[in-house]
């Protein structure tokens, strides 16, 4: 419904700018262009999604991605405290949160759901509020994902000369907004209360 | 040093997966095939939002925007080119791509503004998608303080691009 809104008030102002300004014309153009466009860029950056897709296949088949799952797990019990003591509880976060690091959206949906499940139920039978849910749903609205090859494929076809020198500052930048969300979270629970 | 990343992480993932007794030829195929599903999934909101970008930035409009934003980039310290991706960002994955790909075009892909936004997009997520993905299957009525901490996150991300951008890139 957002989108619809968005989309309707662009058009609604491309037409208006470019009726008020004499630009119609090439409004007119620019609507075939646009089209043309994002065939384009599909085709630029499809074939590295499907390249790192390979990749992450290969990842999950040698149980690699089972090592990294292994190796968050300390930082899953600091975070999410008592809740992690469960078994099943531990796994699937960890398994969300590595499908997340490698970029597996596909992956880390189902593996997170469980998780956000196993949390709801658990506090549930505790007699608690929710926080373990919330923060897993915060942690999932912020970006892991240490290589963003979707972008630096963008990058690559608009003729940059090294499309992964994002890298160092998407780190930076993901870690203090991963750390923003867990703060906010804590805040909004000392603020509420129990 | 970021030039060996890529390189070295796939020739370990290969020859780990051949140690390990996997299939790597099959397994990629696999992968790549799924990885086809991806693309097509994104495609349709991709064109739409491409449509309606290059007929705003024919228009005019678009630049018109960008000045109209830039006391507010200004004070964020983001260039005023990555406020309607940063506006963008939390309802639309694809959208935000198509966005982010058409400021790194017409600013240039080594360009300040081109950087921010490309560290934007690797730095964020689709925040009320993956809210509306959660609490629908939770059935959560009330899904309490998450909305505004995951805009604080993605806040943080916006800001700290244009930080990040300054201190290592240039």
Redesign the interface.
Known sequence: M??TC??GA??A??????GV?G??G??S???L???K???T??LNI?GT???????????N????SGHISKLLQPIIRLLFGSYAKDEECLRYISQNMSANLLGLG?AA?PA??KA??RL?QLSRERGE??HG??L???I????L?L??T???A???S?????????????W???A??????I???GI??AV?KK | MTDYIIPFLMLLIIVYGGVRGVDVFDAMCRGIKDGMGVCAGIFPAMLIMLTAVSMLRASGGSELISYALTPVARLLGIPGECIPLALLRPFSGSGALSIGSEIIKSAGADSYPGRVAAVMLGASETSFYTIAVYSAYLGLKNTAYTLPAALSADFAAFVMSGVAVRLLMQ
């Not at chain 1, 499907?50 to 990842?59: D, F, K, R, S």
């Not at chain 1, 608009?158 to 998407?170: E, N, T």
């Not at chain 1, 203090?176 to 969300?181: D, M, P």
């Open positions: 957002i989108m968005v989309i662009m058009l102002l491309a037409v208006i700018f470019g300004t630009n119609i090439e409004v153009q620019a609507a262009d646009g089209a466009q994002a065939v860029l599909l499809g999604i499907c390249l790192w897709n390979g990749l992450l296949e290969i990842m088949r040698s149980g690699l596909s949906t997170g759901l956000a499940k709801q509020r929710p849910v919330f897993l749903i915060v999932n609205t912020a970006s994902q290589l963003p979707t972008v630096a963008v990058r690559a608009m003729g940059s000369a090294r499309p992964f020198d994002i890298l160092p500052a998407v930076l930048a993901s203090v907004s991963v750390a923003a969300g703060t906010a979270v909004f629970r509420s």
